[in-house]
């Protein structure tokens, strides 16, 4: 399976704080910087800079009773990878409210983040995408403040990756296989896509298909 995986040119299993805090790098596609017209540039600058807390409110019983059986069902799924309870908890509710508030699919991102970071907060791509959803750090730059290092905080990365897949996917009229081509830098190639929708499996609810 290694063997297979290097070959494609992907780590699940992608950059970490190794030993003495030192980065290993992560291996990821890179999204393309390309001309954003004015209104479109301005529309994701809002969309990032908005900032309140990532709680999600749950108008119905019905809404909160599955948004907590969620949390608790991925929490053990996450387990192994975040060992730690405090920090699953508020990586989950913050990817939840990140994805309800782009209209994202949360199964879809969190198969997204398996594949770019394998859950690694500081992982580091060969060609510098940051963080758990492998921004690249062009996008500070275009819809942000200019503060790269802020790429590595839990909600700044989450908000910035699901505002970016948000957008091509409405670039590309919801078409999800072209979409996450171009959040991979690898537009009409099926290999990344398949990787993301092989990975998002795992992270579905039991009956959700």
């Known amino acids: 399976m290694e063997a297979r995986v290097k070959r494609r040119g992907w780590l699940l299993a992608a950059g970490a704080l190794g030993a003495g805090g030192v980065l290993r790098p992560a291996h990821a596609g890179a999204q393309l910087e390309e001309p ?3 209104s479109v540039r301005s529309a994701l600058n809002a969309a990032v800079s908005e900032r309140a807390p990532p709680k999600w409110r749950h108008d ?3 809404d909160r009773l599955a948004y907590l ?6 929490g053990e799924r996450l387990r192994r990878r975040k060992p730690e309870r ?5 990586f989950l509710e913050t990817l939840w409210y990140e994805c309800k508030r782009a209209g994202l699919e949360p199964a879809l991102v969190l198969g997204l983040i398996q594949v770019e970071s394998g859950f690694r907060k500081y992982a580091i791509s060969s060609v ?17 403040n200019g503060q790269v290092a802020k790429l590595f905080h839990l909600q700044t990365n989450l908000r910035f990756g699901c505002v970016i897949l948000r957008h091509y996917l409405d670039l590309e009229r919801g078409n999800l296989f072209m979409a996450l081509g171009r959040y991979n830098g690898s537009r009409g190639k099926a290999e990344y896509p398949n990787l993301v929708m092989g990975a998002r499996r795992q992270w579905l609810m039991p009956g959700q298909t």
Not at 128 to 144: E, S
């Open 69 to 74: 059986n969620w949390l608790g069902e991925m």
């Open 60 to 62: 119905r019983i019905e």
């Open 128 to 144: 510098g995408a940051r963080g758990y959803m492998q921004v690249m750090p062009f996008w500070a730059r275009l819809i942000g």
């Open 36 to 38: 954003l017209a004015d």
């Open 86 to 90: 405090q920090t699953r908890i508020e």
